[in-house]
């Protein structure tokens, strides 16, 4: 997955665990790279299977997962949210109750 020289950290939480090796990683994306493209190139780690789980038919992010980038909720579309050296991304469908105070513990 070396594609460039920014470097983005991925953790991802929950039953995406089971899609890929690795909870966390450190992954190489080239200027520009957008979160769409990301999650298309952690898609073919997973074999196809991360973004049958995390999407809905039109591309949008299923209600029931929360991606943070750098701490924040992600509101736009994939496609527009620009990545940056150093940004960290996690990925995890937020348990019943109590949800905002695990999703601080993670950054």
Known sequence: MERGG???SVKVLGRLTELLPERELSVSVTEGET?????RSLDERAKGRLL???LDE???VREEYVLLLNG???TSELKE??????DRLV???PASGGAEERLA???
């Open 6 to 8: 920014m470097r983005v």
């Open 35 to 39: 979160l769409e493209g990301l999650l």
């Open 52 to 54: 049958k789980q995390l």
């Open 58 to 60: 039109e591309g949008r």
């Open 72 to 74: 924040a909720p992600v």
């Open 81 to 86: 949210v620009k990545l940056r050296d150093g």
């Open 91 to 93: 990925i995890f469908p």
């Open 105 to 107: 513990h993670y950054f």
